[in-house]
T-cell receptor, first 113, second 113 residues
């Protein structure tokens, strides 16, 4: 079956612009996670969704970062007023809520100039 | 706090050599433990997992045993191949529904023929 998909695969933007990153989880997976992979910080958790609600937003690095999920499926991560330190690969993962295995998408590589 | 520490790389081996990548963890309670692999140009893939003490996870010739007494989950393979060249991430997940993965910083493995 189809895995987790993310778009765009690459995004180059100018400092100060807003960007939206999209994640399509595996069909039927109710849990969805966003992570960030950067050279200096490794893999960091950003936010977790269960259905359309986000019980854990503890990893969002600043109020410039927000995410939503609609219909219990697609999720969008929005970064406002991007900064150069936001440059990273943004990874999305999904799982059946009571299973432990998270399946990852290919990521969106964001470069802020 | 909860964390994962894995040996720093890069690890460089010749084909058919024995591989060990060390991983230790700090966690409250009894987490589940994972090894993920990221091949060049690809997304994160689950390699193996173990959910309780003394469990052994195995896949593609790789093995790791959940050692509660030493809080470790070392990855081993008896004979590596060039195709095993990748970045390997050790991770833990606390056993609560929806909890995010906590990753180590990753170990780069390079295998030459």
């Amino acid at each position: 079956g189809a895995g987790v998909s993310q778009s765009p695969s690459n995004k180059v933007t100018e400092k100060g612009k807003d960007v939206e990153l999209r994640c399509d989880p595996i069909s039927g997976h109710t849990a969805l996670y966003w992570y960030r992979q950067s050279l200096g910080q490794g893999l960091e958790f950003l936010i977790y969704f269960q259905g359309n609600s986000a019980p854990d937003k503890s990893g969002l690095p600043s109020d410039r970062f927000s995410a939503e999920r609609t219909g219990g499926s697609v999720s969008t991560l929005t970064i406002q007023r991007t900064q150069q330190e936001d440059s990273a690969v943004y990874l999305c993962a999904s799982s059946l809520v009571y299973q432990e295995t998270q399946y990852f998408g290919p990521g969106t590589r964001l470069l802020v100039l | 706090g909860n964390s994962v520490t894995q040996m720093e790389g890069p690890v460089t081996l010749s084909e058919e050599a024995f591989l060990t990548i060390n991983c230790t963890y700090t966690a409250t309670g009894y987490p589940s433990l994972f090894w993920y692999v990221q091949y060049p140009g690809e997304g994160l893939q689950l390699l193996l997992k173990a959910t309780k003490a003394d469990d052994k996870g195995s896949n593609k010739g790789f093995e790791a045993t959940y050692r509660k007494e030493t809080t470790s989950f070392h990855l081993e393979k008896g004979s590596v191949q060039v195709s095993d060249s990748a970045v390997y991430f050790c991770a833990l997940r606390l056993n609560q529904a929806g909890t995010a993965l906590i990753f180590g910083k990753g170990t780069t493995l390079s295998v030459s023929s």
